[in-house]
């Protein structure tokens, strides 16, 4: 739901919590404080720790309304679980229960959201998942009234994720995630694959590096990214720096032109004293015809 600027109170008996929430959603252009925008549900949860594992299921139902007038309902639903072995299942569910459109008000359930995750670990070393996701658009019929015939015709993004990851030795981890979204009116679709090596505590250096690499395909460019990290401690405790370097290559589909970048970053973070610390971070952005840098510097005290 994101931010709300309101209440929300709750009541657990042995397994089961339920609760209600009322209040406002922040202002859509501005973020600020709106009471135009008006919104209250109600939810319930359940939760078993078993020896086998745990599950959590949720159900929420919330009504959101912008100057009096019904802008979205919804119905969310959220399950978790691993009672299998090594196997963990993660998924969640978004139902739209109003619909707006053309004078005319429909209170049926539509499917908008849809998120699905499987986990699999080999004994303590690796482990491999995939997921499916579906979205659309978030649609605000107030809100959005002006623009919401071209919502409307948007169709939903989906999307597969593959993802593995193995540790051959205590200090080495490596591994990879493949990508597949697509809308059916994309001339293509997207597809990425990014794989990874990290080596902690490298004799000699006291560091951490990882390099990794990206290749991707999308409907408008191929690209390929390759990266350099090294992170250490200069003083223990106190002062630690990270250095990366990438380069990014990009070739336009539609364009003999393309595009090649060298970047570069550099932070340290400084524990100054116990609740007092300070962050710097620089960026360099590095073209044939252009350099772009970005410099950051955050001072905080904890009370």
């Keep these: 739901m994101g931010a709300v600027d309101g209440v929300q109170f709750e009541i657990k008996t042995n397994s089961i919590t339920t609760g209600i929430l009322a209040g406002s959603r922040p202002d859509y252009s501005d973020y600020g404080f709106n009471t135009s925008l008006l919104q209250y549900g109600v939810y319930i949860n359940h939760e078993k720790i078993l020896k086998k594992g745990n599950f959590q299921s ?91 015939d071209r919502l409307l015709e948007t169709e939903s993004q989906q999307g597969y994720l593959l993802q593995a990851s193995y540790r051959p030795m205590k200090k080495l981890s490596v591994g990879a995630t493949g990508g597949y979204r697509f809308r059916k009116s994309d001339p293509r679709p997207s597809k990425n694959l990014y794989a990874y090596a990290t080596y902690s505590q490298i004799p000699g250096l006291n560091a951490s590096a990882t390099i990794s690499a990206t290749l991707m395909e999308t409907s408008y460019l191929n690209g390929n990214i390759y990266s350099l990290g ?74």
């Design 58 to 148: 949720s159900l929420a139902f919330v009504d959101q309304k912008n100057a009096g007038v019904t802008d979205r309902r919804f119905a969310y639903l959220q399950h978790s679980n691993s009672i299998i072995k090594n196997l963990s299942f993660f998924g969640s569910a978004e139902f739209d229960l109003y619909r707006y459109v053309e004078e005319a008000k429909d209170n049926s359930a539509r499917l908008s959201n849809l998120y699905l995750s499987l986990r699999y670990r080999f004994r303590s070393r690796a482990s491999l998942s995939l997921s499916y996701s579906n979205r659309q658009n978030i649609i605000y019929y107030e809100t959005y009234k002006s623009f919401l």
């Design 230 to 303: 090294l992170t250490r401690d200069l003083i223990r405790g106190k002062l630690s720096s990270t250095f990366t370097y990438r380069y990014i290559d990009y070739r336009f589909v539609n364009s003999a032109s393309g595009q090649v970048q060298n970047n570069g970053e550099l932070s340290f973070n400084w524990k100054i004293i116990r609740n007092l610390s300070c962050s710097i971070y620089y960026e360099g952005t590095f073209e044939k015809k252009y350099t772009y840098n970005r410099f950051y510097v955050q001072l905080s005290r904890r009370f």
